[in-house]
């Protein structure tokens, strides 16, 4: 099983950023997918995720409206588009699978199988 995490980068506070997620290896459409994020000297924080069961969507408060996060089960992708990023959105972005699919389960980190190896997102103010 493979998590490719890409498209971070350095950009400007109140611009937007598209993260994708490529997996491999991996039954893409019996896991649902999140995103959590990890800022110097901070714990792992969860962002949103996607469920496979009912394609709900479920943000952390601190990117509601800002963020939304999607998949492409035709090409084993989970998305995270992110707009009006800023400097607290700072972070190492990883990617998860997951067999749960409650929000409750889906915002916990113990709760995903697979993760993916970071992608890195600095914004400046």
């Known amino acids: 099983v493979q998590l490719q995490a890409f498209g971070g980068g350095l950009v400007q506070a109140g611009e937007s950023l598209r993260l994708s997620c490529l997996a491999s290896?991996?039954?893409?459409?019996?896991?649902?997918m999140g995103w959590f994020r990890q800022a110097p000297g901070k714990a792992h924080e969860f962002v949103a995720a996607?469920?496979?069961?009912?394609?709900?969507?479920y943000y952390a408060n601190s990117v509601k409206g800002r963020f939304t996060i999607s998949r492409d089960n035709t090409r084993n992708t989970v998305y995270l588009q992110m707009s009006t990023v800023n400097p607290e959105d700072t972070a190492v972005y990883f990617c998860?699978?997951?067999?749960?699919?409650?929000?409750?389960?889906?915002?916990?980190?113990?709760?995903?199988?697979?993760w993916g190896q970071g992608t890195q997102v600095t914004v400046s103010s």
């Open positions: 998860a699978g997951s067999g749960y699919y409650s929000y409750s389960d889906l915002t916990a980190a113990i709760k995903y199988d697979y």
């Open positions: 290896a991996f039954s893409f459409r019996i896991y649902s």
């Open positions: 996607v469920s496979y069961r009912s394609g709900s969507a």
